[in-house]
């Protein structure tokens, strides 16, 4: 996913963080604390207690006496005022410094409509003469019920004397207006890129959206970040996950661009999250990493382990690559973008320096064609490789004994995003048919094959909000409550999955269970409050949690309480 706002010359200041960092050992209690345990269960606590270096040192039980202040206890105090203590939420499949961008731009995600979307189009190129390009993106044209790409004429209407390009909801296509079109090139005569479609009209002219590889011929043309821009989109997008509890994400598709982001922002100690880094591709993995991974950088807050490559693109643009035909679009079985033999090639380039490998598939022939190749690959990459499918939206049950045979070998990741389930559902019907839902979103068959979930968002696709991601894996069902009985009933997963999901198994995803993910001794300091235990709520309730306070690493990030843009300070030593 790419997000460029270097063409809306942005001026806006850097988002109000806070950054108290707690001094010497400092005990919190008065808490109702919950952890998952090395053996999956959760445990419950009453106290934990940390030291200087944000490192947990003891974690205390019911009926445990407690130390007291002093020399040989402890130095500060945090009081938990009886809420809810649990690790800080990790978010295993996130886009950081897209999520910032996100919300520095035009926001299409809410439209309910093609001319509701036009009109805040219109309103948002009025509202910004100056700048030379709008871009921004979130539209769905099945949210519009459309039944088609909307088109180059349609946006010509809103903004006819400036380029125009626009991002779909999930990253996989653009929409552009006739002016972006020219700027780029794109003709009747353009050929379709190998792995991307462009949509045409009747005779042979692009249409106005551009699907997969075939994006790239928008982004030569359409003006990159600047340094600054990408700073901004980092800083933005660590106030919004520290609201949402998030401690840690897994960055996957990190470009050397936002690799230096996040160098910058270590540098002067403003990394206010943990971000573990998957290249975008092997040039940027061996250029970041060379010879293999990053250290652990900025007392465990950076780190380049891994590479992120694509086999295929998305369920609703069509271009989940599909074992069989579209039930709504016969003619199509969607669009790999790579060959079994060059995901080979990719995959074992990355395992041959120890990198872990992440792979995008949607599609039930991707899914396929990827498990396939890592069995291929466990024969010549032995260990524990936990390998990652990032989405496995759709995977065929004849395919799910490979899942068993894989994750007993060398460690298999199911890397799933539970609110694509809830927003998705209807046109996953509409695009599979009956045949082949029973494969789809199948989280509790997956685990039962002995795959690790590892749970996130895939923002700015979806809400960085975890507690939206926890409701929908217990109920299968949206925030309206529908479908009745939850879709797929079968395939919820159990509480203790669910925070393990977003905890403990999201930080084995990317070889991080030493350092972070459970309230234990020697574990980084990073939980958070909040006033709902996701053990015994509903999952409405668990939808509505508050998020009181963030700490990463001994660093309160987030206070609900502080008063509107307060400042950080600047800690005496890294957070």
């Known amino acids: 996913m790419k997000h460029w706002i270097a063409a809306c010359a942005l001026t806006l200041t ?31 606590f009453i106290a934990l207690m940390f030291d200087d270096n ?37 978010d295993a499949h996130a886009h950081v410094i897209d999520t910032g961008f996100a919300l520095l731009r035009l926001d299409l995600t809410d439209t309910a409509s093609l001319d509701e979307a036009l009109a805040r189009i219109a309103a948002y190129a009025r509202a910004h003469p100056d700048r030379p390009w709008i871009v921004g993106g979130g539209w769905n044209q099945e949210r519009w019920h459309l039944g088609r790409f909307p088109t180059a004429a349609e946006l010509d209407r809103a903004v006819p004397d400036r380029p125009v390009w626009l991002d779909r909801v999930d990253g996989h296509a653009g929409w552009a207006n006739s002016a972006a079109l020219k700027l780029a090139g794109v ?87 943990r971000i573990m880094a998957y290249a ?54 969607g669009t790999p973008l790579l060959t079994e033999t060059q995901l080979g090639n990719l995959m074992s380039r990355a395992a041959m320096d120890h990198y872990q490998v992440a792979v995008h598939a949607i599609g039930d022939q991707a899914n396929a064609t990827l498990l396939t190749t890592i069995d291929d690959l466990g024969h010549t990459y032995r260990g524990e490789r936990r390998w990652r499918i990032e989405h496995a939206q759709i995977v065929d049950p004849a395919d ?14 199911a890397s799933m995003q539970p609110v694509h389930q809830t927003s998705d559902r209807v046109m996953a019907e509409a695009r599979l048919g009956p045949d082949r839902l029973r494969g789809a979103y199948a989280w509790a068959s997956l685990k039962r094959q002995g795959a690790v979930l590892a749970f996130g968002s895939d923002t700015p696709v979806e809400r960085p909000d975890p507690w939206t991601g926890i409701a929908a894996a217990l109920s299968r069902q949206d925030k309206t409550g529908a479908p009745a009985g939850g879709w797929q009933p079968q395939e919820r997963v159990d509480r203790p999955t669910a925070l393990a999901a977003y905890t403990t ?44 306070q963030t700490w990463v690493g001994g660093g309160k990030t987030w206070d609900a309480d502080a008063p509107a843009g307060e400042a950080k300070d600047k800690p005496e030593r890294p957070l």
């Open 14 to 44: 850097q988002p109000a963080l806070i950054a108290q960092t707690a001094h010497a050992d400092t005990l919190v209690d008065n808490i109702r604390g919950e952890t998952i345990a090395a053996g999956g269960s959760v445990q419950a």
């Open 54 to 90: 944000g490192v947990i040192t003891a974690v205390y039980h019911t009926g445990e006496r407690l130390p007291r202040q002093g020399k040989k206890g402890y130095q500060y105090r945090i009081d938990g005022k009886g809420h809810v203590l649990l690790p800080g939420m990790i």
């Open 187 to 273: 003709t009747a005569a353009t050929p379709t890129p190998d792995g991307g479609a462009i949509d045409r009209l009747p005779d042979g002219r692009p249409a106005g959206v551009l699907v997969d590889h075939a994006t790239a011929l928008m982004d030569r043309v359409v003006p990159t970040p600047t340094p600054r821009d990408l700073d901004l989109a980092l800083a933005t997008a660590e106030a919004d996950f520290a609201k949402m509890g998030i401690t840690a994400v897994a960055d996957m598709g990190t470009s050397i661009n936002e690799w230096l982001a996040y160098r910058r922002a270590g540098d002067a100690n403003r990394l206010y999250i």
């Open 280 to 333: 975008l591709g092997t040039e940027a993995m061996a250029t970041i990493g060379g010879t293999g991974p990053t250290p652990w950088l900025y007392a465990d807050r950076l780190h380049m382990g891994g590479v992120k490559l694509f086999l295929d693109g998305a369920l609703g643009s069509r271009g989940a690559w599909l074992k069989a035909a579209y039930a709504d679009q016969p003619a199509s079985h």
């Open 400 to 413: 799910w004994p490979l899942v068993a045979t894989i994750a007993a070998k060398g460690g298999l990741i």
């Open 505 to 548: 198994n999201a930080a084995w995803a990317g070889f991080a269970e030493t350092r972070f993910g459970r309230i234990a001794p020697g574990q980084r300091a990073d939980f958070i409050l909040i006033d709902t235990d996701p053990m015994t709520a509903t999952p409405d309730a668990i939808r509505h949690t508050k998020v009181f």
